[in-house]
Nanobody
Framework: VQLQAYGGGLVQAGDSLRLSCAVSGDDFSRYDMGWFRQAPGKEREFVAAIRAWSTGTYYADSVKGRCTISRDNGKNTVYLQMHGLGPEDTAVYYC?????????????????WGQGTQVTVSN
């Protein structure tokens, strides 16, 4: 399974951004998908996840109400729509995939990772 994340960039505080992650190599619909981020000097942290067949979504408290995760199984793509971005959201954002089931908020549960896309939010 290969994951390609894109859509990051340099934005100003308060802006919106949509990240995308294209998946290839297997039946995308049977995978739980997650977004994680890692800021300089910090550990990778959970951002959002969506179950296979969109049967559930999960968000970190830090982004709840500002982010929406979605998937298009026809396009083998998962999205992370972010609003009201602030400097604290600056990080490399990674998409990840795992066979459906069990925990979705823990990075170690994910088997496949994309290369990351940089999001930088300036004041």
């Amino acid at each position: 399974v290969q994951l390609q994340a894109y859509g990051g960039g340099l934005v100003q505080a308060g802006d919106s951004l949509r990240l995308s992650c294209a998946v290839s190599g297997d039946d995308f619909s049977r995978y739980d998908m997650g977004w994680f981020r890692q800021a300089p000097g910090k550990e990778r942290e959970f951002v959002a996840a969506i179950r296979a067949w969109s049967t559930g979504t999960y968000y970190a408290d830090s982004v709840k109400g500002r982010c929406t995760i979605s998937r298009d199984n026809g396009k083998n793509t998962v999205y992370l729509q972010m609003h009201g971005l602030g400097p604290e959201d600056t990080a490399v954002y990674y998409c990840a995939a795992k066979p459906s089931g069990y925990r979705v908020v823990v990075a170690i549960e994910y088997e496949y990772w994309g290369q990351g896309t940089q999001v930088t939010v300036s004041n």
